[in-house]
């Protein structure tokens, strides 16, 4: 195999392995839609953690194969991708506790104390994805 023809291989892997994770994460985005699952569910957080981190990935450094450019991602998308990107990098898929993150008018990862009579305590601010993030999910 010649040297372009192996970068040919590596593109084309890389290309594959987005177009399955993009698939995963669209399969992912509307069953979550479609369950209706709550916030409050256990299950909430690690499913928009997962998704996140899942449509990131084709986009973060491969060793073999490099990343996906940012021009594959529409114009019309752009800002809902950076906005991914950065939850993903900030909050799920690496934790820096040194200041809260800021995506657009978006604030988590606060540690706040709440003083209820019926539950008093800390709590980090979590990031609500369905109410506030303007992500559409096309059937």
């Known amino acids: 195999m ?3 023809e192996f970068e040919d291989a590596k593109k084309f892997w890389l290309m594959f392995q987005a177009r399955e994770t993009f698939k995963a994460v669209h399969q ?11 916030e409050t569910s256990p299950l909430y957080f690690p499913l928009i953690t997962g998704l996140i981190c899942l449509y990131g990935k084709p986009f973060k450094p491969n060793r073999g194969a490099g990343k996906l450019p940012i021009e594959m991602v529409p114009e019309e998308y752009l800002g809902v991708h950076n906005q991914l990107i950065v939850i993903r990098d900030k909050l799920y898929a690496h934790s820096d506790a040194s200041k809260t993150v800021n995506v657009g008018n978006l604030y988590f990862g606060e540690l706040r104390y709440v003083q ?8 980090v601010e979590p990031l609500r994805m369905v109410e506030k993030l303007s992500i559409q999910c096309r059937t």
Do not use: H, I, K, M
Request: aromatic share 10%; charged share 25%; hydrophobic share 30%.
């Open 2 to 4: 010649t040297e372009a």
């Open 28 to 38: 992912g985005c509307l069953e979550l839609v479609r369950s209706e699952l709550p």
């Open 116 to 123: 209820d009579a019926v539950e008093p305590g800390y709590y």
